[in-house]
């Protein structure tokens, strides 16, 4: 959980700043939306590569390249004065944090029972979830002083560095120990026994990719989208970003526990289905007294997010033998970050030409669409 929390310190930085960085270099959306997709792109490229060294080379490697590399890369953010220079810096932050999920997720399945990894990867959850609650707060506090949003990339980059060095020593022998175990907890491989395994397996990465990637690029605008549609400021937007992310404290374990008692594939269809309602209501829900009423809606959505999560890496980790689950966890990562961050500028796009109104009543449908077609390969299916 502490090492999650670190590694996400600062890649959960660009949303929350996005205001701020919009108005220092006048950003249309379109150009906010590759802020986003800079970090996300570089993000899902490095998941393969890193996955396979994982594999490897062992879990403590990535997991400190994962941590104190985008320390650095924060620095150079920071520190960059042009747009450009933003972009690039960004992106060596994904590069470096790529390592830290396919090596983290195994580590942590191989030390529980297979009926509880669900739980397990929800606890683990909590820990990005609590810096994605957290670094919005952090950052608009520091931004609104004169050290400005670079200022915020470089103040939490120094605590990441130190955690980052800190797990490196405690993981010297507890990953090792991990990975030496592994066979010794029990964990059956899952074989195709049927006609349809494949089919379902397809579609069920279909599935959890494609609705992952759409509720990242409309959670990338809405920041913007408080600030343009409600007339809030910057750090308040910043605030409403953090109530989304909030729902991970809680709803992570939630999600890890029904799916080892329901089954991974009813969690994830459940909250798929309800995915595009949700994402249809922001432009309907009003914004009440004090924000209550879009606050209470942008938990809901963190609450589908969290609730999915764990069960779709117990899904893939159930199906894959050990000597190879780094990589193909890489893979799936690398699906889920480079559709969101290709989705980021199209959703700004769509938001230049027709609207939020719009853009988000189109993400809305393809997401119930592409539900619908999935579950009828994963109706009868559970784990």
């Given at each position: 959980?502490?090492?999650?929390?670190?590694?996400?310190?600062?890649?959960?930085?660009?949303?929350?700043l996005l205001p701020f960085?919009?108005?220092?270099?006048?950003?249309?959306?379109?150009?906010?939306?590759?802020?986003?997709?800079?970090?996300?792109?570089?993000?899902?490229?490095?998941?393969?590569?890193?996955?396979?060294?994982?594999?490897?080379?062992?879990?403590?490697?990535?997991?400190?390249?994962?941590?104190?590399?985008?320390?650095?890369?924060?620095?150079?953010?920071?520190?960059?004065?042009?747009?450009?220079?933003?972009?690039?810096?960004?992106?060596?932050?994904?590069?470096?944090?790529?390592?830290?999920?396919?090596?983290?997720?195994?580590?942590?399945?191989?030390?529980?029972?297979?009926?509880?990894?669900?739980?397990?990867?929800?606890?683990?959850?909590?820990?990005?979830?609590?810096?994605?609650?957290?670094?919005?707060?952090?950052?608009?506090?520091?931004?609104?002083?004169?050290?400005?949003?670079?200022?915020?990339?470089?103040?939490?980059?120094?605590?990441?560095?130190?955690?980052?060095?800190?797990?490196?020593?405690?993981?010297?022998?507890?990953?090792?120990?991990?990975?030496?175990?592994?066979?010794?907890?029990?964990?059956?491989?899952e074989k195709p026994s049927?006609?349809?395994?494949?089919?379902?397996?397809?579609?069920?990465?279909?599935?959890?990719?494609?609705?992952?990637?759409?509720?990242?690029?409309?959670?990338?605008?809405?920041?913007?989208?408080?600030?343009?549609?409600?007339?809030?400021?910057?750090?308040?937007?910043?605030?409403?970003?953090?109530?989304?992310?909030?729902?991970?404290?809680?709803?992570?374990?939630?999600?890890?526990?029904?799916?080892?008692?329901?089954?991974?594939?009813?969690?994830?269809?459940?909250?798929?289905?309800?995915?595009?309602?949700?994402?249809?209501?922001?432009?309907?829900?009003?914004?009440?007294?004090y924000g209550i009423g879009?606050?209470?809606?942008?938990?809901?959505?963190?609450?589908?997010?969290?609730?999915?999560?764990?069960?779709?890496?117990?899904?893939?980790?159930?199906?894959?033998?050990?000597?190879?689950?780094?990589?193909?966890?890489?893979?799936?990562?690398?699906?889920?970050?480079?559709?969101?961050?290709?989705?980021?500028?199209?959703?700004?796009?769509?938001?230049?030409?027709?609207?939020?109104?719009?853009?988000?009543?189109?993400?809305?449908?393809?997401?119930?669409?592409?539900?619908?077609?999935?579950?009828?390969?994963?109706?009868?299916?559970?784990?």
């Amino acid at each position: 959980m502490l090492a999650h929390l670190a590694h996400h310190l600062l890649t959960a930085l660009p949303t929350p700043l996005l205001p701020f960085i919009r108005d220092e270099f006048a950003l249309d959306y379109t150009q906010s939306g590759w802020v986003v997709s800079a970090f996300s792109l570089a993000y899902g490229i490095g998941q393969i590569p890193a996955g396979v060294l994982a594999d490897r080379l062992g879990a403590r490697w990535l997991i400190t390249i994962g941590i104190c590399g985008v320390a650095v890369a924060g620095i150079l953010v920071g520190l960059s004065q042009t747009y450009i220079m933003v972009l690039i810096f960004l992106a060596l932050m994904g590069l470096a944090g790529g390592g830290y999920h396919p090596s983290a997720s195994p580590l942590i399945s191989a030390s529980v029972e297979p009926e509880k990894r669900g739980r397990a990867l929800g606890i683990h959850l909590i820990g990005g979830s609590g810096s994605f609650f957290l670094a919005p707060l952090i950052a608009a506090t520091i931004a609104t002083t004169s050290l400005g949003w670079r200022g915020s990339f470089i103040g939490l980059a120094i605590p990441t560095m130190v955690l980052g060095v800190v797990f490196y020593l405690l993981l010297g022998r507890r990953a090792g120990r991990v990975e030496v175990q592994q066979a010794a907890t029990g964990q059956p491989e899952e074989k195709p026994s049927s006609p349809g395994y494949w089919r379902q397996l397809v579609a069920f990465l279909v599935l959890t990719v494609f609705t992952q990637a759409v509720i990242f690029s409309a959670i990338s605008f809405i920041t913007l989208f408080m600030v343009d549609h409600f007339k809030v400021s910057e750090e308040t937007a910043a605030i409403f970003l953090a109530i989304i992310y909030s729902a991970g404290l809680w709803a992570s374990p939630l999600g890890g526990y029904l799916s080892d008692r329901l089954g991974r594939v009813p969690v994830v269809l459940v909250a798929s289905f309800i995915t595009g309602p949700a994402l249809y209501l922001l432009n309907r829900v009003p914004y009440g007294p004090y924000g209550i009423g879009i606050g209470a809606l942008l938990l809901f959505v963190g609450m589908i997010m969290y609730i999915r999560a764990p069960a779709a890496e117990a899904y893939i980790i159930g199906r894959t033998s050990e000597r190879t689950r780094s990589t193909i966890l890489g893979i799936f990562y690398f699906s889920n970050m480079e559709m969101g961050a290709v989705l980021a500028p199209v959703m700004g796009r769509l938001i230049d030409r027709f609207g939020f109104y719009t853009s988000f009543n189109i993400a809305a449908a393809f997401i119930f669409v592409v539900a619908l077609a999935c579950s009828v390969f994963l109706w009868r299916s559970r784990n």
